[in-house]
């Protein structure tokens, strides 16, 4: 049965290093928004464009597992709401879920961004310690039992 893995997290913490990993191990497809609004849009920012980027690539996700095929969405997913949607999608047409939510604390997320905005790599985007802060406020962590639902 495929799965669909779900990447939570807040930026800097290393959602797009774990979806390149599990792409070679797994493997599945991987469908990250920031690559392509990088290489399209030049702007990570954009959140009309964001949300049709998204929408093209659950599509893009859904034909693949409905073809048997693994798939990654490196999307961040800050809100259960969201998640629970992606869900039960996937449940609609036979895939598993997975859910895979990296934890890191506020001072090694900026820290990381930091570092990361001294030399951007491609297909990132700078990000200012106001925007982290204000995303914080915004971002709903996975529960316990959220986490134990999606054991594959």
């Known amino acids: 049965m495929p799965t669909l893995h779900l990447i939570c997290g807040l930026p800097g913490s290393g959602k797009s290093t774990l979806a390149k990993k599990l ?7 991987r469908l990250t928004p920031d690559e392509w609004m990088a290489r399209i849009l030049e702007d990570g920012f ?3 464009k964001r949300a049709v980027v998204e929408s093209i690539q659950w599509e ?5 597992l409905q073809l048997g095929i693994d798939v990654i969405l490196d999307n961040g997913f800050w809100i259960r709401k969201e998640r629970d949607a992606f869900r039960d999608k996937a449940k609609e047409i036979g895939a598993r879920v997975k859910l895979h939510y990296l934890n890191v604390p ?11 905005n001294n030399n951007l790599p491609s297909c990132t985007f700078p990000v200012k310690e106001s925007d982290l802060n204000e995303w914080i406020k915004n971002f709903e962590a996975p529960t316990v039992d959220e986490l134990r639902q999606d054991k594959v």
């Not at 792409?23 to 497809?29: F, K, R, T, Y």
């Not at 893009?60 to 693949?64: D, E, R, S, V, Y």
């Not at 506020?106 to 990381?112: A, G, S, T, V």
């Open 46 to 48: 954009n959140d009309k």
């Open 23 to 29: 792409e070679v191990e797994l493997p599945a497809l």
């Open 106 to 116: 506020k001072e090694k997320l900026w820290r990381r961004l930091k570092k990361r």
């Open 60 to 64: 893009i996700a859904q034909k693949g």
